[in-house]
Nanobody, 125 residues
């Protein structure tokens, strides 16, 4: 089963920037939409941003104008550039892919609703 590997989280001061990355653990054939979610302590997981295979994007109102989602289709990697970070952006950020396809030996397989392990983003002075 393909896993998603995230990187780039950490501690940053308010107003600072971070860039998150997410890539599959092995070679895959294609992916559909790729997204970032976040979950703060005591809160439900919420959608931050999504990008479809054609590059169309959508953002949560709380991050519009500050965060940018992008993808490298050759590397099958999704990024989240986060600028002007606020303390309320503090959360565990998760990568999600709704539909991916890969070869398992000689078998063509599809995998749905795949999540990364999460990366902590803390915005604090």
């Amino acid at each position: 089963q393909v896993q998603l590997v995230e990187s780039g989280g950490g501690l940053v001061q308010p107003g600072g920037s971070l860039r998150l990355s997410c890539a599959p653990s092995e070679s895959i054939i294609r992916v559909n939409a790729m997204a970032w979610y976040r979950q703060a302590p005591g809160e439900q997981r919420e959608l931050v941003a999504v990008i479809n295979s054609g590059g169309r994007t959508n953002y949560a109102d709380s991050v519009k104008g500050r965060f940018t989602i992008s993808r490298d289709n050759a590397k099958i990697t999704v990024y989240l550039q986060m600028n002007s970070l606020k303390p309320e952006d503090t959360a565990v950020y998760y990568c999600n892919v709704d539909d991916l396809a890969y070869w398992s030996g000689s078998q063509y397989r599809r995998q749905y609703n795949t999540w990364g392990q999460g990366t902590q983003v803390t915005v604090s002075s």
